[in-house]
């Protein structure tokens, strides 16, 4: 047997025992999995799916020490691993480190989008990053609120200062001092409440909404009518219902679908500013 022919064997072997470990693995014998999987890193380490395989094992185990190991290990051979980067990013999240965290579920939700439906995971990473995202916009809202608060009230307290003195420095005209004075705090109510505008909870813009689902854009794809699905409910709709648009019912295929990077990038921007949405 030649050189190429044995590590051919080596490969198949490997790939023999990965499927082993993804039968225990069906079976929730996490050990056995995390076996099997050794033994195929073992014998192929620069395979990056091993490494993936057996970090959702110690996933299942709560390992979170192991997940992020074997994971930098897969992110090392296949940086653009999706599987990796929201593993890695869920560990991170289990020690405290939202940032980072956040970091790799917004990078596992970028390569995610637009792939094969058989690997397809946006929404499972979305909603692990929506909730990592508005508990970030939680502290940071309770933050400025309390800030604001403070503010208002030292401007509210400095303006009844500001008109105690006017009214004992002039004699007559105090209704007008008063209307005044009311004014004065009504503008400052509606500078806050602005201010607040922002961290205050109202509705998603209906166009940054899937017509289907009603539910804020993850992985928005428009048709050859203008029309923008999201792309996992759209392609089981031609799957399951039929090759159409369900709006105006034309002929429709899943080639005809193209991302739509301008709401993409509008529902960010929306995100971005009101982190609250991320909870619709």
Not at 9 to 38: C, H, M, P, W
Not at 96 to 104: A, C, D, R, V, Y
Not at 210 to 237: M, N, Q, W
Request: charged share 30%.
């Amino acid at each position: 047997m030649g050189p190429g022919a044995a590590l051919t064997a080596v490969a198949k072997q490997a790939e023999n025992l990965k499927e082993d470990g993804n039968r225990a693995f069906s079976k929730s014998r996490y050990g056995a999995a995390i076996d099997a999987y050794t033994e195929a890193i073992a014998l192929c380490p620069n395979v990056p799916v091993y490494w993936t395989n057996r970090a959702l094992c110690h996933r299942k185990r709560n390992n979170w020490t192991k997940v992020e190991e074997d994971c930098r290990k897969a992110l090392q051979l296949d940086h653009n691993s999706v599987k990796a980067h929201y593993m890695l990013g869920l560990a991170l999240l289990q020690r405290q480190e939202s940032p980072e965290g956040i970091k790799e579920l917004q990078k596992a939700l970028d390569l995610g989008r637009g792939a094969n439906r058989k690997g397809y995971m946006v929404e499972e990473i979305w909603q692990e990053l929506a909730k990592a995202k508005y508990t970030e916009w939680e502290h940071a809202s309770t933050q400025r609120t309390w800030e604001l608060q403070s503010l208002k009230d030292a401007c509210e307290k400095a303006l009844k200062e500001k008109h105690f003195l006017d009214d004992s420095e002039t004699e007559g005209f105090l209704n007008d001092r008063f209307s005044s004075h009311l004014n004065e705090l009504e503008d400052l109510k509606a500078v806050f409440k602005r201010a607040a505008e922002d961290d205050t909870p109202t509705e998603v813009p209906d166009y940054l909404c899937c017509k289907i689902t009603l539910e804020i854009f993850r992985d928005p794809v428009v048709t050859p009518s203008g029309i923008s699905y999201e792309r996992a409910v759209i392609l089981e709709h031609l799957d399951k219902v039929g090759r159409f648009d369900p709006v105006t019912r034309e002929p429709l295929s899943p080639s005809q679908l193209v991302p739509n990077l301008a709401i993409k990038e509008a529902v960010q921007a929306f995100l971005d500013k009101h982190g609250w949405a991320y909870r619709t």
